[in-house]
């Protein structure tokens, strides 16, 4: 039996927390790529662990959006067509204007210098040319904001669409080939809007941003 990798050890979470961890982040970073099957035998020996685990990682991703299961073929890691990706980014602006707009109810220090903090990142990553680095601090961003509304449901909701944004590029958009610098200056503008306490601007603004593709924020 082959040594586990790193992100699949035994330890205090489940086992099939650890392989669906470790197979959503090879999806999300195009090692598994888009159309690919998943195996879940191939998986299993290849992870070092029973097929149990496997079969209950894979199924989450089925459900949220990151494969799909074809009867009598099996599961796949999920296609996502230009409609699928735009219904998405509607689907968002509508949970990030109600974040921004709840955020600014209990703004404070704390919240602004968790999100300035992932705006930095954002920042190093466009310096050392990490795609991948800034598309975690763009997803990062997004995720405090909607925690610091305090809102259990909306965290909800945005956990269970998270991953399902990120596939999609409606998040650190991967197919991208401009300045990266620009997706952190996009986000420091949107944390001086929460700073500035204007709720319909941020609102607003959040709801465009997340409507929007790369190309359209840039015009």
């Known amino acids: 039996?082959?040594?586990d990798p790193p992100e699949v050890r035994m330890n205090t979470e489940l086992l099939s927390d650890q392989v669906h961890r470790h197979l959503r982040g090879s999806?999300?970073?195009?090692?598994l790529a888009p159309g690919?099957?998943?195996?879940?035998?191939?998986?299993?020996?290849?992870?070092?662990?029973s097929q149990a685990?496997?079969?209950?990682?894979?199924?989450?991703?089925?459900?949220?959006?990151?494969?799909v299961y074809q009867a009598r073929r099996?599961?796949?890691?999920a296609e996502i067509s230009e409609e699928e990706a735009a219904a998405a980014r509607r689907v968002r602006a509508v949970l990030?204007?109600?974040?921004?707009?709840?955020?600014?109810?209990?703004?404070?220090?704390?919240?602004?210098?968790?999100?300035?903090?992932?705006?930095?990142?954002m920042r190093a990553a466009a310096a050392a040319d990490d795609a991948?680095?800034?598309?975690?601090?763009?997803?990062?961003?997004?995720?405090?904001?909607?925690?610091?509304?305090?809102?259990?449901?909306?965290?909800?909701?945005?956990?269970?669409?998270?991953?399902?944004?990120?596939?999609?590029?409606v998040i650190g958009d991967p197919f991208h080939l401009g300045d990266l610098g620009r997706t952190?200056?996009?986000?420091?503008?949107?944390?001086?809007?929460?700073?500035?306490?204007?709720?319909e601007k941020a609102v607003s603004e959040f709801g465009r941003h997340s409507a929007s593709t790369p190309a359209e924020l840039d015009r």
Request: charged content about 25%; aromatic content about 8%; overall charge negative.
């Open 36 to 49: 690919q099957r998943l195996v879940e035998s191939e998986i299993a020996r290849r992870l070092g662990v």
């Open 184 to 199: 952190a200056q996009w986000h420091e503008d949107l944390l001086e809007l929460l700073d500035a306490g204007d709720v």
């Open 1 to 3: 039996m082959t040594a």
């Open 132 to 169: 991948f680095a800034l598309r975690e601090a763009d997803l990062a961003f997004h995720r405090h904001v909607v925690e610091a509304g305090g809102n259990a449901y909306l965290l909800r909701a945005w956990t269970v669409l998270e991953s399902s944004f990120y596939l999609l590029g």
């Open 74 to 77: 099996g599961n796949y890691v």
């Open 27 to 31: 999806i999300v970073r195009g090692e």
């Open 53 to 67: 685990p496997v079969r209950d990682a894979v199924k989450r991703l089925v459900h949220e959006g990151l494969a």
């Open 96 to 121: 990030e204007a109600e974040a921004a707009r709840q955020a600014l109810e209990s703004w404070s220090s704390s919240a602004h210098q968790l999100l300035a903090a992932d705006v930095g990142a």
